[in-house]
């Protein structure tokens, strides 16, 4: 992978939770246009870059096509999501809260009961709850998907779960 000064680099988390980055090229420490990079990330903050073998990188400039073999994503878009989980007695509720990078808001409510012979042990119940709300959160957002492509098409949609 090869950048200069002023290109901006979208750079893939490694693994599930790490979150998608983009900034940047302030400075290319390598030779002929290699890493390390120095950074300007989009939330600000200064790094110097060493992709490494599992990195997943896009390079976005003048020159148009990306390096073949080389993986590539838009622009991130970021949504947040909050979970709440309360625990009350024996059952628990968890809420799922996402905002789209639009302002749109998209909900999922789960709930968990622990049977009275059973052992309390809340990371259960949470677990429980957290996916149920998941579940429910993204059956809303397939049902909302379903429903802008109707609007948009005027025929029946179905999206399907994987």
Do not use: C
Request: net charge negative.
């Amino acid at each position: 992978m090869k950048a200069q000064v002023g290109d901006r680099i979208i750079l893939a988390g490694t693994r599930v939770d790490d979150p998608v980055r983009d900034g940047e090229v302030l400075e290319v420490k390598g030779s002929d246009g290699g890493p390390p990079y120095s950074i300007r990330w989009s939330d600000g903050h200064i790094g110097l870059v060493y992709p490494g073998p599992g990195a997943v990188m896009k390079v976005e400039s003048g020159a148009g096509l990306p390096e073949p073999g080389v993986a590539t994503f838009g622009k991130a878009k970021p949504w947040r999501l909050q979970v709440s989980v309360v625990e009350t007695g024996d059952n628990t509720r968890a809420t799922a809260l996402l905002i789209s990078d639009q302002n749109s808001e998209f909900s999922g409510r789960g709930d968990s009961h622990r049977s009275p012979r059973d052992e309390p042990m809340a990371a259960i119940g949470d677990e429980v709850a957290v996916a149920r709300a998941l579940r429910h959160l993204a059956d809303s957002l397939l049902a909302r998907a379903e429903s802008d492509i109707e609007a948009a098409t005027g025929t029946d949609a179905y999206v399907r779960p994987l």
